[in-house]
Structures are given as structure tokens and as C-alpha cells.
T-cell receptor, first 113, second 112 residues
Framework: DGGITQSPKYLFRKEGQNVTLSCEQN?????MYWYRQDPGQGLRLIYY???????QKGDIAEGYSVSREKKESFPLTVTSAQKNPTAFYLC????????????FGPGTRLTVL | DAKTTQPPSMDCAEGRAANLPCNHS???????VYWYRQIHSQGPQYIIH???NNETNEMASLIITEDRKSSTLILPHATLRDTAVYYC?????????????FGKGTKLSVKP
């Protein structure tokens, strides 16, 4: 079955540690996105990538980094520079960036202790 | 991208139609209206989108007013599993960034 997966579903880390969230898709989509969601709020864009080896900052990129070495994978690293990293992180993909529906993964809930 | 306004919450009886309104008075000519929903602690799910004609698929119908300043998502026979937050989003079809701008949406509660 085609889809987008994120792992793990729940993640706990100590303050000051970097952590990498996984996102994989087998939909052959060119574009991939990372969003952050805080309780009771909508989604905010962290980074997006339109094609392999290229990515752009979104609205709240500070304290995060990404890579896009393969079409299928778009991992997100939450660095120690992110002031408030505890949140629900959602990865999405689409065929392109123009007018195509986005498919979302199940999300990773990160808690920094 | 234009902003949207949605009521924060709505109730609907199981089996009845759920009509979710959305105002997008500043929408421009090349912006589409998209609807997504998010069931608690899951990723958002695409429902439907349209430009100016009414649209229908297996999940819902989308009614867009003639002036395109508002729209209504209709779930014809709501079930308990339709309880979710529903997001109305307008997006420039030709935009290079491609991301969706999510507001707070409407929390729909379907009650037995």
C-alpha cells in the first residue's frame, strides 16, 4: 500500500539533546513538508522540499534542520537551539507544490523533559 | 494566500447532514478552496477542493458561492467517526511554496 510513514509515534528526549524524526513516503511524490502543531492550534510550516537535494525554510525554521538525499525520505532534526520543541510533528507529501492535495503521515509526538 | 474564517465548533446529530461554513472574502481568482479534517492525534486528511463550481466526491460536497467569498462543506449523513477538526484553506494553485496554511478550524462533534 502506498503511503507516508513517520516514526516513532511518541518520542521523549532530555533537554539539550538533538533528535531526528523520520518521514518516509512510497507515493513517488516530489514535494515533502514538515509541520508543527501545538495544542488547540493549526499547523505551522517548518521546512519543505520540492525536489531531491533542495529544501526551503518555512515560517518557523529556527532550531530545526532537514535533509533530502532521497526522494522517499525527508528527516527532520530538532536541535537544542529550538526553544520549545515539545509538540506534534507532521510530515506530508504531494506530487508537486502547485495545487496538489497533500498526504499526511500519522505524526510524531515529541516531548522534551 | 487569503485567510479564512470558520466557527470554532459545531454539533451535529448522527445521520443528519453536517454543514460547515467558511468565509474567504479576500480570495483571489486563482485560489482554490481546500478542505481537510483532522481526527484527534492523527495527521490531517484531504476531503475535497474546488475553484468555483460545486464539487462532490465519496466523502463530501463542496458548495462555493457565486462570488466565491464563502463556501460550505456538506457531510450528507454524519457518523460518529466524522467527529474531527475541519480546516478550510485557500491556496494559490500556481504557488511555488505549496504549503497549506491551517487556521484553527471547526471542531465538529457528531452526537448519537
Amino acid at each position: 500500500d502506498g503511503g507516508i510513514t513517520q516514526s516513532p509515534k511518541y518520542l521523549f528526549r532530555k533537554e539539550g539533546q538533538n533528535v531526528t524524526l523520520s518521514c518516509e513516503q512510497n507515493l513517488n511524490h516530489d514535494a515533502m513538508y514538515w509541520y508543527r502543531q501545538d495544542p488547540g492550534q493549526g499547523l505551522r510550516l517548518i521546512y519543505y522540499s520540492q525536489i531531491v537535494n533542495d529544501f526551503q525554510k518555512g515560517d518557523i525554521a529556527e532550531g530545526y534542520s532537514v535533509s533530502r538525499e532521497k526522494k522517499e525520505s525527508f528527516p527532520l532534526t530538532v536541535t537544542s537551539a529550538q526553544k520549545n520543541p515539545t509538540a506534534f510533528y507532521l510530515c506530508a507529501s504531494s506530487r508537486g507544490t502547485s495545487g496538489n492535495e497533500q498526504f499526511f503521515g500519522p505524526g510524531t509526538r515529541l516531548t522534551v523533559l | 494566500d487569503a485567510k479564512t474564517t470558520q466557527p470554532p465548533s459545531m454539533d451535529c446529530a448522527e445521520g443528519r447532514a453536517a454543514n460547515l461554513p467558511c468565509n474567504h472574502s479576500t480570495i483571489s481568482g486563482n485560489e482554490y478552496v481546500y478542505w481537510y479534517r483532522q481526527i484527534h492525534s492523527q495527521g490531517p486528511q484531504y476531503i475535497i477542493h474546488g475553484l468555483k463550481n460545486n464539487e462532490t466526491n465519496e466523502m463530501a460536497s463542496l458548495i462555493i458561492t457565486e462570488d466565491r467569498k464563502s463556501s460550505t462543506l456538506i457531510l450528507p449523513h454524519a457518523t460518529l467517526r466524522d467527529t474531527a477538526v475541519y480546516y478550510c484553506i485557500v491556496k494559490n494553485y500556481g504557488g511555488s511554496q505549496g504549503n497549506l496554511i491551517f487556521g484553527k478550524g471547526t471542531k465538529l462533534s457528531v452526537k448519537p
